[in-house]
């Protein structure tokens, strides 16, 4: 914290130098969270993965990074897992004169037991983890009404959402992300253009050519009262070099003479639109995306053997969609119903022509990429916001039994879309056996069921600044997840039960609750104090 107040104090003086200071604005704000899985997790530490089926039961399958293992359980076998979270922000803003001002702001995450700074066994006191110091999360100048137009500019580092962060968000769980690099925003209230380059990763000199960037443009139309229309498209440029062997000249021919080991850039392109407002008493929310374009890099994790895949390309839909309606009576319930749908690829079966023969080339599968998303679908399911190559149907009723209090309740079905085709097996226990695991060809496809979800909500406005948040949610699952599908990770990471539990007596809960405090201020010269606010 010493180097940030000493950056601080330079920063600020030397602002001086070019311009009046005219405000200051100090705030924050710290959210915390106790979470509760039961039933979920694999959490043996030695394997914290179950391996559903090895990779030698699988000769000459393109699989992928993480092989048939997964990290969910959502079974008997598994333990609890618990833990308390917390993030904490500070944030200074310094406004100057000609429409100028700059933002400074760090945060800090961690789990409440990580740092502690002393063994109580030896007596011995130390330093906590650098892994969770602060950081700086935002650091910009902005300028307002550039060139006398309604067009705003920041440089530096800054936090990104695009529509309510479907794709693009500020958020990853209780810990917040932003992006290096400059973003323009033209502004004239009923239409917005918002456009960015961001630095995700940096080469240097290694490599000609070897960044990786994200590139955005986002058009907003909002003529028509409480409601806003948006239709963007987004870049992901990824340069770094990739290379699957080392050879000499020789055998560097011989693969180019094969088209193997010969990846281009990747090109992740996403094009998609979003509505949301109101009409009456009834709200709607519907966002739609393509994504297309090279990916050479996924193509690459895809190795049966030596070489990945160089063709892959993205290819895939996704939607959400909600409508709902408010009634205009005691305790305003509102009713809702929407789904989402997330594309999804599984090409890692075998013909039997492909496994006869001696040249034939890995295929990627790739499903929906949801790039830098700050929606969590279900904590039971989606906790990581990286979930894809399912869909979701939901609906639900939300009660304000006071001011203060709302709680809501929803029922989800879940399901995969694309499924895994696992060899020839048998249940032996808790194991599966294949049969004739040499003839990877013969294969059985899983079944695509997840099964259902009840989710309960409980907010709690204790105060302007202040408020309290409890989440449950309960998973029944279906028997089809005893085989699983590749789900997680977007699509690359396999997930499913033990293979020898009962589904239908499987269950998960999560507990949340959250507490925040310290949100800034938006006026006065110079706030010096913390105020609380909600996350």
């Known amino acids: 914290m010493k180097r940030f107040f000493v950056a601080l104090s330079v920063f600020l003086v030397s602002g001086s130098a070019f311009a009046e200071l005219q405000n200051v604005q ?10 509760f899985w039961s039933s979920t997790f694999e959490n043996n530490l030695r394997n914290p993965r179950t391996v559903h089926m090895p990779a030698n039961f699988l000769p000459g399958r393109s699989i992928g990074p993480y092989g048939v293992a997964s990290q969910m359980s959502w079974d008997s076998h598994s333990n609890d897992q618990k833990y308390v979270e917390q993030n904490a922000k500070l944030r200074v803003t310094a406004d100057y004169t000609d429409n100028v001002s700059a933002v400074i702001e760090v945060d800090w995450s961690g789990r409440w037991g990580n740092d502690f700074r002393s063994d109580y066994v030896t007596g011995t006191d130390g330093r906590g983890g650098a892994a969770s110091d602060v950081q700086l999360l935002q650091s910009y100048i902005q300028t307002r009404e550039t060139f006398g137009l309604p067009l705003q500019v920041r440089i530096g580092r ?4 695009l529509g309510d962060g479907w794709l693009v968000g500020d958020s990853q769980g209780i810990m917040d992300i932003s992006f290096d690099g400059i973003r323009l925003t033209y502004d004239n209230k009923t239409f917005a253009v918002d456009g960015w380059a961001a630095k995700l990763a940096e080469g240097g000199t290694a490599e000609q050519d ?12 909002r003529a028509v009262p409480k409601n806003e229309f948006t239709a963007y498209w987004l870049l992901v440029r990824d340069a770094r070099a990739l290379r699957d062997t080392q050879l000499v000249w020789f055998g560097e021919w011989f693969e180019n003479l094969l088209g193997l080991d010969d990846y281009d850039v990747t090109q992740l392109h996403t094009v998609g639109a979003r509505a949301a407002g109101t009409i009456a008493s009834a709200d709607y929310k519907v966002e739609l995306a393509y994504q297309f374009g090279n990916a050479d890099r996924a193509g690459s994790l895809f190795k049966p053997f030596t070489y990945g895949d160089p063709r892959a390309s993205y ?4 939607g959400d969609i909600e409508v709902g309606y408010t009634f205009d009576i005691a305790w305003k319930p509102r009713v809702f119903a929407g789904g989402a749908y997330f594309d999804g690829e599984d090409q890692r079966d075998l013909s039997f022509l492909e496994w006869l023969s001696p040249f034939d080339r890995p295929k990627a599968s790739l499903s929906f990429n949801r790039l830098f998303s700050s929606k969590t679908y279900l904590f039971v399911f989606d906790q990581d916001r990286n979930t894809s190559n399912f869909h979701d149907i939901r609906a639900g009723v939300s009660v304000k039994p006071t001011d203060s209090v ?3 309740l929803a029922a989800h079905k879940l399901a995969a879309n694309a499924a895994f085709d696992m060899p020839w097996n048998v249940l032996i226990g808790r194991y599966r056996v294949p049969l004739l695991p040499a003839w990877s060809f013969l294969t059985t496809p899983c079944g695509k069921d997840i099964g259902y979800v009840a989710e309960l909500n409980v907010d709690y406005q204790y105060s302007k600044d202040l408020s309290f948040k409890l989440t449950w949610e309960h998973l029944f699952a279906d028997r089809d997840l005893n085989a699983g599908n590749f789900l997680y990770r977007n699509g690359f990471e396999f997930g499913g039960l033990d293979a020898g539990d009962v589904a239908s007596r499987r269950h998960e809960r999560m507990r949340r609750l959250r507490r925040s405090a ?18």
């Open 26 to 35: 100090v705030g924050g704000q710290i959210r915390i969270r106790g979470r």
């Open 158 to 161: 800054q936090q990104i959402v």
């Open 210 to 221: 070897g960044d990786v960037d994200f590139y955005g443009i986002a058009a907003t139309c």
């Open 315 to 318: 290819d895939a839909w996704a």
């Open 406 to 408: 709302k709680v809501s």
């Open 518 to 535: 310290f949100q800034p201020k938006s006026h006065g010269r110079l706030v010096d104090r913390f105020t609380a606010g909600s996350a």
